[in-house]
């Protein structure tokens, strides 16, 4: 094969590869305005404010320094709550049938 033979399939094949890449890029660009624009609009969505629940929750004193006993309570309050729950929910599988055809 001639030399200018190889110099046209590198030429061509250089321009391939940075017409792949440009259009990588142009896609990932888009990609990355549409999820930025999505998170724009989510923001507005977010409430905002010192009056919501989830603002309020999360000021409070750090567990490092409230009163162990105050956080023992709590603890078990919390535990107490789960085992009520877990309770519910298999008084109602009891109810229906999913566990009376194993209490053989």
């Known amino acids: 094969m001639p030399w200018w033979s190889w ?4 030429t ?3 321009l391939g590869l940075l017409a792949l890449l440009s ?7 888009r990609k990355t305005r549409g999820t ?9 969505q977010l409430p905002t404010g010192e ?6 929750a999360a000021v409070g004193i750090p567990a490092v320094f409230a009163d162990s006993a105050v956080l023992l309570g709590r603890v078990d ?12 929910r298999r008084d109602a599988r009891i109810v229906r049938g999913k566990l009376m055809r194993h209490a053989r």
């Open 7 to 10: 110099l046209l399939i590198w």
């Open 36 to 44: 930025l624009q999505a998170l724009e609009s989510l923001r507005g």
């Open 51 to 56: 009056s919501d629940g989830l603002a309020a």
């Open 77 to 88: 309050q919390l535990r107490a709550e789960r085992t009520h729950r877990n309770q519910v």
């Open 23 to 29: 259009w990588f890029a142009l896609s990932l660009f």
């Open 12 to 14: 061509g094949l250089t």
